[in-house]
């Protein structure tokens, strides 16, 4: 009858405590891998109990365009999400959607501080320009943006298919910027920076001219004026004046902007537009949904080929084999297609050459612009961010450059040190207690149906409702950080925790606590750590 004791067994209560729960917050996934450092749990906690203006007034102390992330990021908040080890992760960007129409609808505004008489100029008005923009007027600086284009908005106006982002929607959000006195001058080139700084009596200069090149290579084309590049192809159906494609058309590339020419194609006529690609599947830069719904909508790939060489009305492609370093090799084996058109769709380079002949300002071999940790170049006061600066490329990646950049504008021109950021600990799934959960289905967006979408530029995704979106918002876990749900305090045996009241949590009564660990146990979301007593109450 005696019990067996188990010396590995971490210690419990005793005659004299040895550990004490504490009360931390975590750092949730979605956190983390947000691009543009959204606070994702503390919006989602206000959207669940449907505090929509809370909710929209947390994302956009970090992210002022949630209504078009809301479309058109690749949410890797959510291939991060701890829901998808139970059933799948939480539709964020849907919810985030919502919230973006919902405060254009209400006509939502973000309060700026007072004028600080500093004058800052930002060249580009694409996401990171615009981002930055947004962040130093809620300091109380003056903007200008100055752009070469003649709409703002960069590559979200275009580079990204209106059937994915209307353009309503985009100059909704960038009318909100406007009116916190942004002032935006398009088609204006920028040309001589360093004039233009002095000339206009700014203080400080972003540089956030974009990717706005294609990527080249040399194909031989004995018919070259068939061999075009995507973001032509784009910007030409944008200006109302879309190329003329043919019924087949092959693109070549892999990444999402090769999913957006081959699925414009199709809305363009094209009767089944190819996608040529060097690689397999498994190592395509496209999302997989963005792959799926081009599939859906007739559009074919080929897998482990190469173009030779573009003829009149052919190409000619080669098959490769992937080495064990997933490098691709010829193999010689070649095969003649039918085409109209080639696309090239192989990337993006910014056009930095205005750069080459400023003083301190360093162009990188692939026509970035060299910045710091605080995205200053090596000229004071000229800092660069965005897809003109090193690094990988999305919108939200840009968003959050214009962030960061806006910050260490806000620091340099206080004359205030670059502050040290600090992180929560993340949490995984692994750490969570979740057995008082259940499965809730999800409430997803729905695509319009296949003939509708092919027959314009129409959107093809509709939002969540009020309900569906705060359903989905439901469906969040906490992860790591309190949400007053009563276990720790149900479970406590000694009667130690305390209630503080609605949104005030917990505290611990130590001179009850036996160490018992129990509300760390029963804390479903991980929110209490135990932590060795200290020396000073032994």
Known sequence: MTPVVDLLREPGTGPIRERRPVYMDFLPPCNEACPAGENVQAWLAYAQAGRHRDAWLQLVEDNPFPAVCGRVCFHPCESHCNRRELDSAVGIHAIERYLGDLAVREGWRVATAASTGKRILVIGSGPCGLSAAYHLARRGHAVEIRDAGPLPG??????????????????????RIEAMGVNIVQDHAVTDVVAEKESGRFDAVLIAIGAQLDHRIDIPARD???????LNVLRGIEAGEPPQLGRRVIVYGGGDTAMDVARSARRLGADEPLIVYHRDRRHMKAHDFEIEEALSEGVKIRWLSNIKSVGEGDVIVEEVELDENGVPQPTGKTERLTADSVVLALGERADTSFLRSVPDIAIGDDDSIAVDANLMTGRAGFFAGGDATPGERSVTIAIGHGKRAARAIDRWLRGVPAAIERRNPPVDYAMLHLPIYSDVAPKRERLAPIEERLTSFSETVAGLSEAESRHEARRCLSCGNCFECDQCYAACPEAAIVKLGPGNRYRVEYDRCTGCAVCFAACPVHAIEMIPEPASAT
Not at 155 to 175: K, Q
Not at 224 to 230: I, S
């Open 154 to 175: 960069g590559m979200l106006h275009f580079g990204i298919p209106a059937y994915r982002l209307p353009r309503e929607d985009l100059m909704r959000e960038i009318a």
């Open 224 to 230: 070259a004026g068939r061999v075009l590049t995507a």
